[in-house]
């Protein structure tokens, strides 16, 4: 169990994280969601023990992470922004590094080692100077040396930054794979990968905590969730005769397609399917709407702004 | 304690495995060789003073230092600062002391091996002459303790910047003055406004005086500790500054 109690960071003048407390238990994937600059690598560099909080405390499986510091970052896995490496080393002699590091010796060290190119499909730049490899691979053996002693809890500050479509896909499946017993915490602002790795997600905005909550919970904020969309040969009499229905809430068309929002009476798509048929309309395409995450995320951090204006 | 140990191990050999995966090693043993045997033929005299000992050897040692160490101390942590992999380092299980004393062992221990590549120059004395080998391997001994004391001074500055050419600059000035500490043109400048006993205390913390009695053959135990305390002084500040400068 990870357990934030007012975690705060300041650089000089500028909080970076103000009084952010929150829990997370085994079995949860956490994604730290937020605009750049919002406190997200930050709030990771202290629960890795990297840098001490200003005010507040924070505790890994009830070490904490300043007074038993060495203890809790045992148990962690930390893939720090920007994947830094030892570029002079190769890829085996510096996971061997990171093996030695985490107290692995001899034999174990090799088959720690062996494990993790595994994993991470490192086998053929094994030998090869990590500077000279690519975007991808680098990231790649950032990951490798955080999953090296299959720590209860991984931090990954944005796993996927500068890999290829295939490749994101694979460390999402390793993720997901790895996260059943382990608490994995990462931060991104791909928002498609909150949906597609994450069991919890929080959105921070200027070091402050503005939702957590399932991503489920979060889609169903936004003002696209169960909101019908239909294209047919008249939109502009189409979205005049769905904004007379008592379902509908508002309609707006835009990109060929006209969009209901529900106004929370009834069942909206039945009754859009309903009016459909009795209008005789060429309805091409017609669908349910799931809710738009980035239509979330860019209503809470603008409301909270909005705030800090007034 | 053993896993302080272990722990430090695993780092100074990775630092060491840095070392020779670059040019870096390379090139600082060619040259320190090639310059400790240039001063000690040409501006030593070696063979015409017709005197069997390494004396003129060990005597350009600090001005080499003065140059090379500060070049092998300068990337000690402005380069992992520059790269982000102090972050990765100190989010291992590792300490910051344990990471500090670590990479100052890589680089001495690094120092210490050019200074054994020198051995050449002890066969060709022996060859010539009879030297008095206790006081050969006490000019060694002091050589390799003014090289830590240095590399210490380096090792904190570099903490200071991620720029290596800034810990360079800082770190030969700095050094410059405790090689010169003893000397009557820094001694003048304090002597003024300063009561005697302080002016003594700083003619003290010149490398050269305690240098000088070591590689004259003189293993004074006060030399010794005074080595060593420059040395712990210097990683305890650069500890300090390892924990200040992270977050920055």
Same mark, same amino acid.
């Given at each position: 169990m990870i357990e934030a109690k007012k975690l705060t960071r300041c650089y000089g003048d500028f909080t970076a994280v103000d009084r952010l407390s929150f829990r997370v238990d085994s079995g949860t994937v956490l994604g730290f969601l937020g605009p750049n600059g919002a406190g997200k690598s930050t709030t990771m560099k202290m629960l890795t023990g990297f840098l001490p909080p200003t005010s507040g405390s924070a505790s890994i499986h009830g070490h904490d992470i300043v007074e038993d510091s060495v203890a809790a970052r045992r148990l962690? /896995?930390? @893939?720090?922004?920007g994947?830094? *490496?030892? /570029?002079? @080393?190769?890829?085996?002699?510096? *996971?061997?590094?990171?093996?030695?590091?985490?107290?692995?010796r001899g034999a174990e060290s090799g088959r720690r080692v062996d494990a993790a190119i595994e994993r991470l499909q490192l086998d053929e730049v094994r030998n090869q100077t990590i500077e000279t490899l690519s975007k991808g691979f680098k990231r790649r053996v950032g990951l490798a040396q955080a999953i090296l002693s299959d720590p209860p809890v991984l931090v990954l500050d944005e796993p996927t930054d500068g890999l290829d479509p295939n490749q994101k896909q694979q460390v999402r499946r390793l993720i997901r794979d790895m996260s059943a017993d382990k608490i994995i915490i990462i931060s991104t602002h791909i928002l498609e990968e909150v949906d597609a790795l994450c069991t919890r997600a929080m959105i921070i905005a200027r070091g402050r905590l503005l939702a957590d909550d399932s991503p489920a919970s979060l889609l169903a904020r936004s003002r696209y969730a169960r909101a019908v969309?239909?294209?047919c040969d008249d939109l502009p009499a189409a979205a005049s005769a769905l904004s007379e229905l008592p379902e509908a809430s508002d309609v707006e068309i835009r990109r060929g397609l006209v969009t209901a929002f529900p106004s929370g009476q009834g069942d909206l798509f039945d009754a859009v399917s309903r009016l459909t048929r009795d209008r005789g309309w060429q309805v091409s395409r017609m669908q349910l709407e799931a809710g738009r995450l980035d239509d979330v995320f860019r209503n809470i951090t603008r409301e909270s702004s909005a705030e800090e204006v007034a | 304690m053993n896993q302080t140990l272990a722990n430090i191990s695993v780092v100074v050999r990775r630092e060491l495995a840095s070392y020779f995966a670059t040019p870096v090693a390379f090139v600082f043993i060619v040259i320190f060789l090639i310059m400790s045997g240039a001063f000690t033929f040409y501006l030593g005299g070696f063979y015409e003073r017709?005197?069997?000992?390494?004396?003129p050897f060990f005597q350009?040692?600090?001005?080499l230092y003065l140059f090379l160490v500060p070049a092998v101390g300068m990337r000690l942590w402005a380069e992992e600062r520059k790269s982000g992999t102090v972050e990765l380092l100190l989010t291992l299980p590792v300490t910051?002391?344990?990471a500090v004393v670590a990479k100052f062992l890589a680089a001495w221990l690094f120092v210490g091996l050019a200074l054994v590549l020198t051995f050449p120059?002890?066969?060709?004395?022996?060859?010539?002459?009879?030297?008095?080998?206790?006081?050969?391997?006490?000019?060694?001994?002091?050589?390799?303790?003014?090289?830590?004391?240095f590399l210490a001074i380096s090792a904190c500055l570099s903490a200071l910047t991620r720029n290596q050419v800034v810990a360079f600059i800082l770190s030969v000035v700095v050094c410059f003055g405790f090689l010169l500490s003893g000397l009557p043109m820094v001694l003048d400048a304090f002597r003024a406004w300063l009561p005697q006993t302080l002016v003594d205390a700083i003619a003290n913390l010149s490398f050269l005086g305690h240098f000088n009695s070591i590689s004259r053959g003189v293993v004074d135990f006060r030399d010794l500790v005074y080595f060593g305390l420059v040395i712990a002084f210097w990683l305890t500040a650069n500890r300090i500054l390892v924990e200040i400068k992270k977050a920055q």
């Open positions: 962690i /896995g930390y @893939l720090p922004e994947a830094p *490496l030892y /570029g002079e @080393l190769s890829v085996a002699r510096f *996971l061997e590094f990171v093996a030695g590091a985490r107290g692995y969309s239909l294209s | 017709e005197i069997a000992d390494l004396q350009f040692h600090p001005w910051a002391g344990e120059i002890w066969i060709t004395v022996n060859v010539l002459g009879d030297p008095d080998n206790g006081v050969v391997i006490a000019g060694y001994l002091g050589s390799w303790l003014m090289a830590g004391g």
